[in-house]
């Protein structure tokens, strides 16, 4: 039997998918503040807020415009930028498309933001006060598998990613693809390409998770086994 070697196949991945999550939101950083105890609990003004609608912080818009530089610097051009519709993420896809004057800006749904239902916006202390029961199944079922009332566990957005890359391998070979989305989404595309474990997931998110406006390249190689996929070739590289 003839051995298949590289020039065989038909690529259907494109060449690069490149992953940006939005830069520093406004709720970020009031997160930092509480994480750091100088906050107890988010603004009204960040509550009053859907998720969708938080937006960039200045030092994020920056961090977006820097991003873009470097982008277009080291790909030279993407055939399309995909980006999730919350104003966090879309507004950081239009800004890093700047610098990319010639490629086109898609909204695609099935990378926004992981839900995160009755939860949005609360702290845990606030949780564990208000809904002691949701608290205490989130401990029992961990943060993988945990989907609070009205929002989404992990594997819900893995679902949605994996349809999103079949869209891809049918309609996007040998191109240059941006995605511009958010971490939890971020971890469920290396979930889904590189077939991590939980746990593996779950130590990325605790020991290196993505930071603001990181990217995340995948390349398309031919050479890889059992069959020619892509494999992961930057993570959290910070451009700003």
């Not at 830069?23 to 998720?51: A, M």
């Not at 949005?120 to 608290?135: V, W």
């Not at 893995?158 to 989305?181: D, H, M």
Request: include cysteine.
């Amino acid at each position: 039997m003839k051995e298949v070697t590289p020039a065989d196949i038909t690529q259907k991945w494109p060449n690069n998918l490149v992953l940006v999550r939005h830069g520093l939101s406004v709720y970020n950083e009031e997160r930092e503040l509480i994480n750091r105890g100088v906050l107890k609990t988010y603004s009204s003004k960040i509550k009053s807020l859907r998720n969708a609608d938080i937006p960039l912080s200045p030092k994020g818009k920056a961090q977006a415009k820097k991003t873009g530089i470097f982008l277009a610097k080291k790909y030279g051009h993407f055939d399309i930028v995909f980006a999730s519709p919350f104003k966090r993420a879309s507004d950081t896809a239009r800004l890093i498309s700047q610098s990319l004057p010639k490629t086109r800006l898609v909204t695609e749904e099935r990378i926004r933001e992981k839900e995160f239902g009755i939860s949005d916006g609360m702290t845990q202390e606030e949780i564990k006060e208000i809904f002691p029961y949701e608290y205490s199944r989130k401990l029992k079922e961990k943060k993988y598998y945990y989907r609070p009332i009205g929002g989404e566990s992990y594997p819900d957005v893995n679902l949605r990613i994996w349809a999103f890359l079949s869209s891809l391998v049918r309609e996007y070979p040998k191109t240059n693809i941006l995605v511009v989305s958010h971490s939890a989404v971020m971890l469920c595309f290396r979930k889904v390409l590189e077939k991590l474990t939980e746990k593996q997931v779950m130590d990325i998110n605790q020991n290196d998770d993505v930071q603001n406006c990181a990217i995340i390249s995948y390349k398309f190689d031919p050479k890889l086994k059992p069959k020619p996929k892509m494999k992961l070739d930057i993570y959290n590289k910070i451009a700003w």
